[in-house]
């Protein structure tokens, strides 16, 4: 007696539990009762597809972190081999990972290894004929670079979502390559703007003009090579103040400062009440810019802002740590570059591999008629169960209940998502999860032919069936765990229902239900049927 | 109540028929797909799907008219959800540049040809836009899937029961994905993410079905030393005859109600189930049941030196009508 107090406590106490987790929460927002706050933040969150909102997949370029890093080492190499006087005849590159120096003299070539040291770090030297070195990129530097890339380009996108102001954003790594970034945007239905606001690169240069503006490239180069160390850059279009149709500023290749070495930049107007951009630099930024304005005072700088000169205003007297960018920008323009600067650029150029939008009307439809088919699968499992079974069929619709409650309160403890092949798994939970009690009572029904006593019969029912049901469910849970690992968004939700639900449905047809037919049982003596 | 009580059907008996209805399903299902393909969702094929909600009721004709010029011949045009909405699917196969951000120029583009055609005020409900990557990636993805978790049951259930009980379980499951591959051809639904959760889930269900019938078996072959292997698996599938069809009947009708009730979206999945449902029943009997008794030949289970001990196993009472030898049965 006293062990079936304890079940039936037990019995009571995880019903208690997972209805207040999972169906309090829900009843309390719909009716507005009072629950503590802790408990509505546990409540289950709706999925993108039921709730309306954004899903966009990108893909980083993570071939640009390479690039960079190769650009960077060989600017270091040719300046290193300038200040040391070691004459050579070209440094280029050759691909994302690879760069080359040729026309080293022989008598140079011990200076000239002393010189490529600190670049050595990263690269790996191959000499060649003609006094030629290849360096490239060592292997575990680029995949150490990729990964940093991208994880780099999600927190980059993070702290712009969330400048953006989206509530409960989610954003996470995926993909076989591991370069994929999953950003999902609940509640937000303006595509272009959050697109916009996340691809950009954000990468503000300042760099200082050595000519220009030119209408034409082939003005700033002479005999078409680009002067060593300096690059042509366009200018944006309509810039004020600027010749019409493209103009072309020829540039030094190191920036004076980087979007780095903000700390802060935010919507303001300049002297022409232009809506403009003022930025504030840190310490360290502001003692190199002060340094570079100084030696610069009568000539351009250069505001490049994602390889585009915005403008390139005369440098009139020493500048440390506050500028402003100006060019022809509307008001929400600005708003979008004060945001996309503060949140630091992308280290590479994101690509959009997919794009979802759910309309908030279309998500309402979808929950309309998944809980209308919930509900009408429900009555159709219920009203056989007990036709079929009597009274024994009410203890299968209590056991599926609690099967109910359990699912919604896990899923709300674990923090899953309900989407709407989420609500297609609760349905079919119900259909499957009475699979258990069938096999059992159907059990009971052949023990109680072989002439046993009602409550032998269902012990020897619910002892022979259990390693059925746990072979069956094990089975169940390999192919839903291998079903969460291949879906995405939706899918992983109907995966978690699912697991869940076998769970809890192992529990109730076992536990929950054998101790009701010991409960129902126990105050009787001689108990000679059993309502099956 | 009981719906099938002390039932003796021979269902050994009909495996021939049954392999060679199965052969001319999936053979069907293989020359639709070949000739008329699969339709894949957008998910696979990549392209461009918005669903628009008009002012005014518009005609599938007028829609398509008003696309044919920029969009061709190739778009599909479908009503959406509720009539009384008046919302339209439209679908094209072309995508925006999978660079930057303009990967949506083709649903402004069809936007824009629609706002052309005078066709009343509409807005936006919701797009799908996925580019040729994604689909690429969810193949593999998909059909790894399928093959990792038919690998994980075959070995649990080798771990649990006997390699030809596992061979068995997961020949059935794989002839289940075949029949449900065929009757998605045959109806035309396109094959999308939906579909191919449905699809993995029929695999749970599937060998679910099968354990419960092979868990009998192992179960009888303990108290029926003396029988072949075919008449304790038909005693098998006739003691749990009413389970089989009562689980797959409710399942069914969660089932049903999904497909009715469920909603645009998940019509596809519903369909699914409902197919893999029935044939996840009718494999475990015909196929997997069929498979065990080839594997295991047709000579009594254990030599009968001595008596079954029926009395120690407190198993039910066996059916007493002498089963027919399976001569029929061209065990290898």
Same mark, same amino acid.
């Given at each position: 007696? /006293?062990? #079936?107090?304890?079940?039936?406590?037990?019995?009571?106490?995880?019903?208690?539990?997972?209805?207040?987790?999972?169906?309090?929460?829900?009843?309390?927002?719909?009716?507005?009762?009072?629950?503590?706050?802790?408990?509505? +933040?546990?409540?289950?969150?709706?999925?993108? +597809?039921?709730?309306?909102?954004?899903?966009?997949?990108?893909?980083?370029?993570?071939?640009?972190?390479?690039?960079?890093?190769?650009?960077?080492?060989?600017?270091?190499?040719? /300046?290193?081999?300038?200040?040391?006087?070691?004459? @050579?005849?070209?440094?280029?590159?050759?691909?994302?990972?690879?760069?080359?120096?040729?026309?080293?003299?022989?008598?140079?070539?011990?200076?000239?290894?002393?010189?490529?040291?600190?670049?050595?770090?990263?690269?790996?030297?191959?000499?060649?004929?003609?006094?030629?070195?290849?360096?490239?990129?060592?292997?575990?530097?680029?995949?150490?670079?990729?990964?940093?890339?991208?994880?780099?380009?999600?927190?980059?996108?993070?702290?712009?979502?969330?400048?953006?102001?989206?509530?409960?954003?989610?954003?996470?790594?995926?993909?076989?390559?591991?370069?994929?970034?999953?950003?999902?945007?609940?509640?937000? *239905?303006?595509?272009?703007?959050?697109?916009?606001?996340?691809?950009?690169?954000?990468?503000?240069?300042?760099?200082?003009?050595?000519?220009?503006?030119?209408?034409?490239?082939?003005?700033?180069?002479?005999?078409?090579?680009?002067?060593?160390?300096?690059?042509?850059?366009?200018?944006?279009?309509?810039?004020?103040?600027?010749?019409?149709?493209?103009?072309?500023?020829?540039?030094?290749?190191?920036?004076?400062?980087?979007?780095?070495?903000?700390?802060?930049?935010?919507?303001?107007?300049?002297?022409?009440?232009?809506?403009?951009?003022?930025?504030?630099?840190?310490?360290?930024?502001?003692?190199?810019?002060?340094?570079? *304005?100084?030696?610069?005072?009568?000539?351009?700088?250069?505001?490049?802002?994602?390889?585009?000169?915005?403008? =390139?205003?005369?440098?009139?007297?020493?500048?440390?740590? +506050?500028?402003?960018?100006?060019?022809?920008? *509307?008001?929400?323009?600005?708003?979008?570059?004060? #945001?996309? #600067?503060?949140?630091?650029?992308?280290?590479?150029?994101?690509?959009?591999?997919?794009?979802?939008?759910?309309?908030?009307?279309?998500?309402?439809?979808?929950?309309?008629?998944?809980?209308? =088919?919930?509900?009408?699968?429900?009555?159709?499992?219920?009203?056989?169960?007990?036709?079929?079974?009597?009274?024994?069929?009410?203890?299968?619709?209590?056991?599926?209940?609690?099967?109910?409650?359990?699912?919604?309160?896990?899923?709300?403890?674990?923090?899953?998502?309900?989407?709407?092949?989420?609500?297609?798994?609760?349905?079919?939970?119900?259909?499957?999860?009475?699979?258990?009690?069938?096999?059992?009572?159907?059990?009971?029904?052949?023990?109680?032919?072989?002439?046993?006593?009602?409550?032998?019969?269902?012990?020897?029912?619910?002892?022979?069936?259990?390693?059925?049901?746990?072979?069956?469910?094990?089975?169940?849970?390999?192919?839903?765990?291998?079903?969460?690992?291949?879906?995405?968004?939706?899918?992983?939700?109907?995966?978690?229902?699912?697991?869940?639900?076998?769970?809890?449905?192992?529990?109730?047809?076992?536990?929950?239900?054998?101790?009701?037919?010991?409960?129902?049982?126990?105050?009787?003596?001689?108990?000679?049927?059993?309502?099956? | 109540?009981?719906?099938?009580?002390? *039932?003796?059907?021979?269902?050994?008996?009909?495996?021939?028929?049954?392999?060679?209805?199965?052969? #001319?399903?999936?053979?069907?299902? @293989?020359?639709?797909?070949?000739?008329?393909?699969?339709?894949?969702?957008?998910?696979?094929?990549?392209?461009?799907?918005?669903?628009?909600?008009?002012?005014?009721? @518009?005609?599938?004709?007028?829609?398509?008219?008003?696309?044919?010029?920029?969009?061709?011949?190739?778009?599909?045009?479908?009503?959406?959800?509720?009539?009384?909405?008046?919302?339209?699917?439209?679908?094209?196969?072309?995508?925006?540049?999978?660079?930057?951000? /303009?990967?949506?120029? %083709?649903?402004?583009?069809?936007?824009?040809?629609?706002?052309?055609?005078?066709?009343?005020?509409?807005?936006?409900?919701?797009?799908?836009?996925?580019?040729?990557?994604?689909?690429?990636?969810?193949?593999?993805?998909?059909?790894?899937?399928?093959?990792?978790?038919?690998?994980?049951?075959?070995?649990?259930? /080798?771990?649990?029961?006997?390699?030809?009980?596992?061979?068995?379980?997961?020949?059935?499951?794989?002839?289940?994905?075949?029949?449900?591959?065929?009757?998605?051809?045959?109806?035309?639904?396109?094959?999308?993410?939906?579909?191919?959760?449905?699809?993995?889930?029929?695999?749970?269900?599937?060998?679910?079905?099968?354990?419960?019938?092979?868990?009998?078996?192992?179960?009888?072959?303990?108290?029926?030393?003396?029988?072949?292997?075919?008449?304790?698996?038909?005693?098998?599938?006739?003691?749990?005859?009413?389970?089989?069809?009562?689980?797959?009947?409710?399942?069914?009708?969660?089932?049903?109600?999904?497909?009715?009730?469920?909603?645009?979206?998940?019509?596809?999945?519903?369909?699914?189930?409902?197919?893999?449902?029935?044939?996840?029943?009718?494999?475990?009997?015909?196929?997997?049941?069929?498979?065990?008794?080839?594997?295991?030949?047709?000579?009594?289970?254990?030599?009968?030196?001595?008596?079954?001990? %029926?009395?120690?196993?407190?198993?039910?009472?066996?059916?007493?009508?002498?089963?027919?030898?399976?001569?029929?049965?061209?065990?290898?």
């Amino acid at each position: 007696m /006293s062990n #079936l107090r304890w079940k039936v406590l037990t019995v009571l106490g995880v019903f208690v539990v997972f209805a207040g987790l999972g169906v309090y929460p829900i009843l309390a927002a719909r009716y507005h009762i009072p629950a503590p706050g802790w408990l509505m +933040d546990k409540q289950l969150k709706l999925g993108l +597809d039921l709730k309306g909102g954004v899903h966009l997949v990108l893909r980083v370029q993570t071939d640009d972190a390479l690039r960079l890093e190769t650009d960077t080492e060989m600017e270091r190499l040719r /300046s290193e081999l300038e200040t040391r006087k070691i004459p @050579v005849t070209n440094v280029v590159a050759v691909n994302v990972t690879q760069f080359r120096v040729e026309g080293v003299q022989p008598g140079q070539d011990a200076a000239f290894r002393q010189a490529a040291t600190e670049v050595q770090v990263n690269f790996d030297r191959s000499s060649g004929t003609n006094g030629t070195y290849t360096f490239t990129l060592k292997p575990n530097i680029q995949v150490n670079l990729r990964d940093e890339s991208v994880v780099q380009a999600r927190q980059t996108i993070e702290r712009r979502v969330n400048e953006l102001g989206v509530t409960e954003p989610s954003i996470t790594q995926q993909g076989s390559g591991g370069d994929q970034i999953l950003v999902q945007l609940p509640g937000v *239905t303006d595509v272009e703007r959050a697109k916009q606001i996340m691809g950009s690169p954000g990468l503000l240069e300042l760099k200082i003009v050595e000519q220009g503006p030119s209408p034409t490239k082939e003005a700033l180069t002479t005999g078409g090579q680009v002067p060593q160390g300096m690059e042509v850059v366009p200018g944006a279009p309509g810039v004020p103040g600027e010749p019409a149709g493209t103009v072309y500023y020829l540039v030094k290749r190191v920036a004076a400062v980087t979007g780095r070495d903000l700390r802060n930049a935010r919507a303001s107007l300049d002297e022409n009440n232009q809506p403009a951009v003022s930025f504030t630099l840190h310490n360290e930024g502001g003692a190199r810019f002060g340094k570079v *304005t100084a030696e610069n005072i009568g000539r351009q700088l250069a505001i490049v802002l994602d390889g585009r000169v915005q403008s =390139a205003p005369r440098i009139e007297s020493r500048i440390s740590t +506050d500028g402003r960018i100006t060019g022809s920008f *509307t008001s929400e323009e600005v708003q979008n570059l004060s #945001l996309i #600067l503060r949140s630091g650029a992308l280290p590479a150029t994101l690509t959009y591999l997919e794009e979802r939008t759910i309309g908030p009307s279309l998500g309402a439809d979808s929950i309309r008629s998944g809980v209308l =088919a919930s509900f009408v699968g429900l009555l159709f499992v219920v009203l056989f169960m007990l036709v079929y079974y009597k009274l024994s069929g009410v203890n299968a619709v209590v056991a599926l209940v609690f099967n109910l409650v359990i699912l919604l309160g896990l899923m709300a403890y674990i923090g899953a998502v309900m989407t709407l092949p989420g609500i297609a798994g609760f349905v079919l939970t119900m259909g499957m999860g009475v699979d258990s009690n069938v096999l059992i009572f159907e059990r009971i029904k052949e023990e109680l032919e072989a002439q046993r006593g009602v409550r032998a019969a269902i012990n020897a029912g619910f002892a022979r069936v259990f390693w059925t049901l746990v072979d069956t469910h094990t089975a169940a849970l390999i192919s839903a765990a291998f079903l969460f690992q291949f879906g995405t968004g939706p899918i992983r939700g109907f995966a978690v229902t699912l697991f869940v639900g076998l769970v809890s449905n192992l529990f109730t047809s076992t536990f929950v239900s054998k101790t009701l037919f010991e409960l129902a049982l126990a105050r009787k003596h001689q108990v000679a049927t059993l309502s099956i | 109540m009981h719906i099938f009580k002390d *039932t003796h059907f021979d269902f050994l008996r009909w495996r021939w028929h049954a392999i060679a209805l199965s052969a #001319l399903i999936v053979a069907a299902g @293989v020359f639709t797909i070949a000739t008329r393909g699969i339709q894949k969702g957008v998910e696979f094929a990549g392209g461009t799907v918005v669903i628009e909600q008009f002012d005014q009721a @518009v005609s599938i004709q007028q829609v398509r008219a008003a696309l044919e010029k920029s969009f061709g011949q190739d778009i599909s045009i479908q009503e959406f959800g509720d009539p009384s909405q008046r919302q339209v699917m439209i679908r094209v196969a072309q995508v925006g540049a999978e660079s930057g951000a /303009s990967l949506g120029t %083709t649903a402004d583009a069809l936007e824009a040809a629609l706002k052309q055609a005078n066709l009343g005020n509409f807005r936006r409900q919701g797009t799908e836009i996925v580019g040729p990557a994604v689909g690429r990636e969810l193949t593999t993805k998909g059909i790894s899937a399928t093959v990792l978790s038919l690998a994980g049951i075959l070995a649990y259930i /080798s771990f649990r029961f006997q390699l030809s009980f596992a061979t068995g379980a997961v020949v059935a499951t794989m002839h289940d994905l075949l029949v449900t591959f065929a009757f998605l051809a045959f109806f035309g639904y396109d094959l999308t993410l939906n579909v191919i959760a449905a699809l993995l889930t029929i695999t749970g269900f599937s060998t679910n079905d099968t354990i419960v019938i092979f868990d009998r078996v192992r179960e009888n072959l303990r108290g029926m030393r003396r029988d072949s292997i075919g008449t304790i698996i038909n005693v098998a599938i006739n003691q749990t005859l009413g389970r089989t069809i009562i689980t797959s009947g409710t399942a069914l009708l969660s089932a049903l109600a999904l497909f009715f009730f469920g909603g645009e979206v998940l019509h596809g999945f519903a369909f699914t189930m409902v197919v893999g449902i029935i044939t996840g029943t009718y494999s475990t009997v015909f196929i997997a049941a069929a498979i065990v008794s080839f594997w295991r030949g047709s000579a009594p289970t254990r030599a009968a030196s001595h008596a079954p001990a %029926t009395a120690s196993t407190g198993a039910p009472p066996q059916p007493q009508r002498k089963q027919k030898p399976q001569r029929k049965a061209r065990a290898s």
